[in-house]
C-alpha cells in the first residue's frame, strides 16, 4: 500500500471479518475523512474470502467520534448513499481505519430518492447472538432514526458536500 492508501477494516461485533477494502485518502472537512476507491475496486467480505469488485467511483466519510460511516455511490449503483450504523470508527494508524458494524443500515436511492433501513432483522438476530449492551442497542437505533432524517431531509454531508468529493475521484 502506498502512502495514501487506508485499509478499511469492518469486523462483526464477535471479532469476525465482515468486510475489508483499500480506498485512497482524499482529504478532510468538518464532517470527518473522506476516502475514495475507483470503479474495480476488489472488496472482500465475510471469513470466506468471498469478494466482488465494484462496478461504480465511491467515496466514504469517516465521520469523527459518530456511530456511522457513509459510502456514496455513483450511477449506476442503485443506491446513492449507504450509511452503515458501526461503532465509532477508529485509526489505529493513518493507513487504517477500524469499526464494528452493528448490522443497521440507512439507503437512500439514486431514482426517487426513496430512504429506508436495511436489516433490521438482523439487528434484532445479532442482540441476542452476540449479546449487545442496552447502551450498544439505544446508540445503533438513535443513529439510523438520525440518519434517516438527515438523508431525507438532504442535509449536509448528504447532499452537495458528498458530490464534491465523488468528482475527485474522476481523478484517479
Not at 39 to 65: F, N, Q, W
Request: hydrophobic share 35%.
Amino acid at each position: 500500500m502506498n502512502a495514501a492508501s487506508v485499509l478499511v477494516s469492518v469486523r462483526k461485533y464477535d471479532g469476525t471479518p465482515h468486510r475489508r477494502h483499500s480506498m485512497v485518502r482524499l482529504g478532510e472537512d468538518e464532517h470527518g475523512v473522506w476516502l475514495g476507491s475507483p470503479v474495480g475496486t476488489v472488496c472482500s467480505t465475510g471469513t470466506e474470502g468471498a469478494v466482488y469488485t465494484t462496478r461504480e467511483a465511491r467515496v466514504m466519510l469517516i465521520p469523527r467520534d459518530a456511530w456511522w460511516t457513509g459510502l456514496f455511490q455513483a450511477a449506476p449503483a442503485r443506491l446513492d448513499a449507504y450509511c452503515d450504523v458501526t461503532t465509532p470508527p477508529r485509526w489505529p494508524h493513518p493507513g487504517e481505519v477500524t469499526m464494528i458494524d452493528l448490522d443497521l443500515d440507512v439507503c437512500r436511492t439514486r431514482d426517487g430518492g426513496t430512504v429506508f433501513v436495511d436489516d433490521e432483522d438482523e439487528f434484532a438476530d445479532h442482540q441476542v447472538r452476540y449479546a449487545y449492551p442496552p447502551d450498544v442497542i439505544a446508540r445503533a437505533t438513535t443513529t439510523a432514526e438520525q440518519l434517516r432524517a438527515a438523508l431525507t431531509e438532504d442535509s449536509e454531508p448528504f447532499g452537495r458536500c458528498r458530490r464534491s468529493w465523488l468528482a475527485r475521484m474522476s481523478a484517479y
